[in-house]
Structures are given as C-alpha cells and as structure tokens.
C-alpha cells in the first residue's frame, strides 16, 4: 500500500528520526528515499499539495502532534 501513496508526515524531522516502519521501507526497497512528501501542516495551510486525484492514497504518519488530528481527519 505504500508504493502507490503519497505519504505526509505530522514532523518530517521526527519520521526521519523514529519512524521505523518508514524508515525500513527504501531500505527494502519499497519505496524511493524522497517518498516523504511535504508536512501535514503544509497541506493543511495550503502552500503544499495534498491530493492530486480522487484515487489517491493518503497516508499521515503522526508521531503525536495531537493538535493535528482533527485537521487531518477532515
């Protein structure tokens, strides 16, 4: 499910640092080293883009920026 995503961190610099599961992907080789896109935050705000299509894959990997999960709920 990961390879055909787009994949939006809550803290890039926290996935990069503790994120495993994403960490051990490029790894194995299932997906490219920049598959980290832009900060959840970014999206939110609108500088960056989220969705490009109505058959996206989102996936939002938080670390525990709890003041972000209603925002990326909607």
Same mark, same amino acid.
């Given at each position: ?23 051990? =992907? ?16 970014? @999206?939110? =705000? ?19 920026? @709890?003041?972000?999960?209603? =925002?990326? =709920?909607?």
């Amino acid at each position: 499910m990961a390879a055909p995503s787009r994949f939006f961190p809550d803290q890039r610099e926290g996935v990069l640092a503790q994120s495993a599961e994403f960490l051990a =992907a490029p790894e194995q080789n299932l997906i490219p080293e920049d598959h980290l896109l832009y900060e959840i935050g970014e @999206v939110m =705000a609108k500088p960056a883009l989220g969705r490009t299509s109505n058959v996206d894959v989102t996936i939002y990997k938080s670390l525990g920026s @709890v003041v972000q999960y209603p =925002a990326a =709920a909607r």
